[in-house]
């Protein structure tokens, strides 16, 4: 299968203060990766589509200026949540397939608090 | 637009008994595929067993095998011989291809736990 790893696993922070989460495709070369959201004993909600190279594409309802995404090479994406709120304490999820049309493999996530 | 009904919130099943957790789905696209993942409480997804509606053969996965329905749009996922670490949270998923891209999209998923 695929390696995809996510840093930090854990991040708390003060409300007001940016977090930047990174995303790694460590064995194979992501096109495409994922960014989802799931808050407790909820399904995973797709936040936005993350494509290297160009402009990350934002589900409705997800604030693109609040939820930064950086898809800077094959094997790395990012995300910021700036000026974060407690609110948007939430378990963020990245996933990355080898082709746009192939399996999706998660990473293991990173919970996020914000005090 | 694409939906996934995941009914059953819980199931408790005893150690070494084979258990069926319910996908029922619902998709516009003419051709699509179907997922399972497993999440345990690390929080981790992984991915278990894909489908595809043209498939002409149901998915096996070593101990885990995909009871797909085209007609009734079930996608029920059967675990063998389960295993205390079975216990997690399981997803079925459909994907839904956008301008060239997949899109996951999730049921609510079923809190599987083996009792020994």
């Known amino acids: 299968g695929a390696v995809v790893s996510q840093h930090p696993s854990r991040v708390i922070c003060k409300s007001g203060t940016s977090v930047k989460i990174e995303c790694r495709s460590l064995d194979f070369q992501a096109t495409t990766m994922f960014w989802y959201r799931q808050f407790p004993k909820q399904s995973l909600m797709l936040m936005a589509t993350?494509?290297?190279?160009?402009?990350?594409?934002?589900e409705q309802g997800v604030e693109k200026d609040k939820f930064l995404i950086n898809h800077a090479s094959l094997t790395l994406s990012t995300l910021t949540v700036t000026s974060a709120h407690p609110e948007d304490s939430s378990f963020y999820i990245c996933s990355g397939g080898r082709g746009s049309q192939e399996t999706q493999y998660f990473g293991p996530g990173t919970r996020l608090l914000v005090l | 637009a694409q939906k996934i009904t995941q009914t059953q919130p819980g199931m408790f099943v005893q150690e070494k008994e084979a258990v069926t957790l319910d996908c029922t789905y619902d998709?516009?696209?003419?051709?699509?595929?179907l997922f399972w993942y497993k999440q345990p409480s690390s929080g981790e997804m992984i991915f278990l067993i894909y489908q595809g509606s043209y498939d002409q053969q149901n998915a096996t996965e070593g101990r885990y095998s995909l009871n797909f329905q085209k007609a009734r749009k079930s996608a029920n996922l059967v675990i063998s011989a389960s295993q205390l670490g079975d216990s997690a949270m399981y997803f079925c998923a459909t994907v839904h291809f956008i301008q060239g891209a997949q899109k996951l999209v999730f049921g609510q998923g079923t809190r599987l736990t083996i009792n020994p």
């Open positions: 993350s494509n290297e190279g160009s402009k990350a594409t934002y």
């Open positions: 998709t516009s696209d003419p051709s699509y595929g």
